[in-house]
């Protein structure tokens, strides 16, 4: 079973940076394009970022490159997301997903997901 999972969550003041990482134990993450998504109470899913196998191509959901930045390393086998100048607004589970079809990647559909990191900003 393909089971991402994230780590990195916790509660901050707003302004400050805060920096998430996923894994996928047990399998080889080179295989896998990897994307960052986030889901506030009482919202819909949005995507935040993908990033490409080798990490040569990356996505960036509306604004989100404003304050996001998506990044991997596959000889540590761990994609991050470094987020800084945090708002309230940006309380969310943070997700995430993986895919080894390419079709999937540049569609922004994703096959495995993480359980969730929860972040809280504070104001």
């Known amino acids: 079973q393909v089971q991402p999972v994230e780590s990195g969550g916790g509660l901050v003041q707003s302004g400050s940076s805060l920096k998430l990482s996923c894994k996928i134990p047990?399998?080889?993450?080179?295989?896998?394009?990897m994307a960052w998504f986030r889901q506030a109470a009482g919202k819909e899913r949005e995507f935040i970022a993908s990033?490409?196998?080798?990490?040569?191509?990356?996505d960036y959901g509306t604004n989100m490159r404003d304050h996001f930045s998506i990044s991997r390393d596959n000889d540590k086998a761990v994609m991050n997301l470094q987020m800084s100048g945090l708002q309230p607004e940006d309380t969310a589970l943070y997700f995430c997903?993986?895919?080894?079809?390419?079709?999937?990647?540049?569609?922004?559909?994703?096959?495995?997901w993480g359980s969730g990191t929860r972040v809280t900003v504070a104001s």
């Open positions: 997903a993986a895919t080894t079809v390419y079709d999937k990647f540049v569609a922004r559909k994703f096959d495995y």
């Open positions: 047990g399998r080889i993450f080179a295989d896998y394009a």
């Open positions: 990033i490409s196998w080798r990490g040569g191509t990356t």
